[in-house]
């Protein structure tokens, strides 16, 4: 079975600067999918990013972007020029080629501050 | 364009009692899911669905029914509630390439 694991349960960081969530996940599976959510206070989940394994290519969303290691199985979530509207739960996740089933990790409280 | 809508917003229920959580979309998706969210943990899958008049279990689906009887709607049941299934509950729908969007989730406490 799949497993997503977050070891950060908060992180901060000042306006402007860059921080970096980490994610590990462990699977058997050689095709599929990886993805970075983020739940504001409002609790919407908004997808940021997505990644796939077959891609050696990082993925970026503007000022999103992803340090893919697939021999490692890590892929962390990099925010540079952190805005107070990205205060928010990041949630990392897992979807196996041909399924349409996401695997969540606990996720990452991150606060930003002015 | 609405998205994904969930009805209630926020429930309270005594042991025993029973209830639905209506989720409805209006992106013309053939997938549904439901999930649930807990403090400290991530989203579960209860159930999810393919198509209309499908129904499949995720990871945690006892306790849960559901039912996809129209296209637009997925319908999750709690038939006698219990104080472990006091959650957030969240309603997603893909149209299976990849992105799910989701609602905005259902608070609900069994006392």
């Known amino acids: 079975a799949q497993t997503v694991t977050q070891s950060q349960p908060e992180m901060s960081v000042q306006e402007a600067e860059t921080v970096t969530l980490s994610c590990t996940y462990d699977?058997?599976?050689?095709?599929?999918?990886l993805f970075w959510y983020k739940q504001p206070p409002s609790r919407q989940m908004i997808l940021v990013i997505r990644?796939?394994?077959?891609?050696?290519q990082n993925a970026t969303e503007n000022r999103f972007s992803v340090n893919f290691q697939k021999a490692a199985k890590s892929f962390s979530l990099k925010i540079s020029d952190s805005q107070l509207g990205d205060t928010a739960m990041y949630f990392c996740a897992f979807m196996k080629h041909d399924t349409d089933k996401l695997i969540f990790g606990t996720g990452t409280r991150l606060q930003v501050f002015p | 364009n609405a998205g994904v809508t969930q009805t209630p917003k926020f429930r309270v229920l005594k042991t025993g009692q029973s209830m639905t959580l209506l989720c409805a979309q209006d992106m013309n998706h053939e997938y549904m899911y439901w999930y649930r969210q807990d403090p400290g943990m991530g989203l579960r899958l209860i159930h999810y669905?393919?198509?209309?008049?499908?129904?499949a279990k995720g990871e945690v689906p006892d306790g849960y029914n559901v039912s996809r009887l129209k296209k637009q709607n997925f319908l999750l049941g709690l038939e006698s509630a219990a104080p472990s299934q006091t959650s957030v509950y969240f309603c997603?729908?893909?149209?299976?390439?990849?992105?799910?969007?989701f609602g905005p989730g259902t608070r609900l406490t069994v006392t």
């Open positions: 997603a729908s893909s149209s299976g390439i990849l992105e799910q969007y």
């Open positions: 990644q796939e394994a077959y891609k050696q």
């Open positions: 669905s393919v198509g209309e008049g499908t129904t």
């Open positions: 699977t058997s599976e050689n095709n599929y999918y």
